[in-house]
C-alpha cells in the first residue's frame, strides 16, 4: 500500500509543483527574478520527485535482484523530465498561453508514465525489453531533446553549456543503459564516454549558427547513435551490421537537419 501511495506521490507532486511553477514565472526578459525563482523552484519539484522515484523502485519486491544495476538511476528519468517541463514554461512564456498551460498536466502524465514504465522494467529485469523499455526510450528522448534545446539556445560560453550536456546526456545514457548485462562500472564509463561526446560535439555547434531546435536536433540524433552502439557493446551483441546500420542513421538524420529550411536564423 505504501509503495502504491508513494508511487502515486511522484506526479502528483509534479503536477502540483509545475502548477506553482507556471504561477510564480512571469514573462522573461533576461535574467529575471521571476525567472529565477521558477527555475528553482523547478530543481526542487525535480527532486522531490526524483526522491520517491527512487523509493518507489527500491520498495519492488523484485528490486534486490537487479540492484547492483538500478541502484540511484530511477529518480533520473523523472526528475529530468519535470526538469524539461518546468524549464520550458519559464523560458518561453511568449509561446501559446493555452500551451504553456496545459504543461503541468503534460509533465506529470510524463512523470507517471515513467514510473510505471520503470516498475515494470524492474519486474522484467532480467529480460528487459517490450513496451516498458520502449516508452522509457522515448520518454528519455523527448527529456534530451527538451533540456539538450534548452540548454543550446542559451548562447552561453562552452564551459556552461558544454558541461551541462555532459552531465545531462551522462545521466540520461544511464538510464537507458542500466538494464543492459554489464557490470555497474562498464555502464557508468559508457554514460561517461556518451556525456563527454555531448560536450564536444556542444562546444563546436556553440562555433555553428543556427536555430535552437536545429541544435537540439543534433544533439539528440548523436545521443541516439551513441547510446545504440554502447548498448550493442554493453551487449555483446556488436556486429558490423549493426555498427553501419547506426552509422548510417546518424549521416542520413544529419542530412534531413540540414535539408530542413530555414537552418539558419
Known sequence: MLRQVVGWGAPAIALVGLFA?????????????????????????????GILAEAHGRAHPDFDAIRARFALTLWILPTLLVLAVGLVMVFLQ???????RTLPLVGAAFCGLAVRAQDREIAISDDAGGWPKLLLSLLTYVAAFTLFTMIYQTKQRSLVTATSMAVLAALLSLAMLRSA???RKRTLLYAG???????????????????ALVGGAVLLLLFYVLVG???????GELTRRLLIEYSSVGLIGF???????PWRP
Not at 542530412?255 to 529550411?261: D, E, F, M, Y
Open 255 to 261: 542530412l534531413l537537419i540540414l535539408s530542413t529550411g
Open 94 to 100: 511568449g509561446v501559446d498561453p493555452l500551451l504553456v
Open 193 to 211: 564516454l556518451i556525456g563527454l561526446a555531448a560536450a564536444e560535439v556542444t562546444w563546436a555547434l556553440n562555433y555553428w549558427v543556427v536555430l
Open 229 to 235: 552502439i554502447a548498448e550493442g557493446i554493453l551487449a
Open 181 to 183: 548485462p554489464a557490470p
Open 21 to 49: 511553477v507556471q504561477l510564480v514565472s512571469g514573462p522573461v526578459v533576461g535574467a529575471s527574478a521571476t525567472a529565477l525563482i521558477g527555475a528553482a523552484l523547478t530543481v526542487v519539484v525535480g527532486a522531490a520527485v
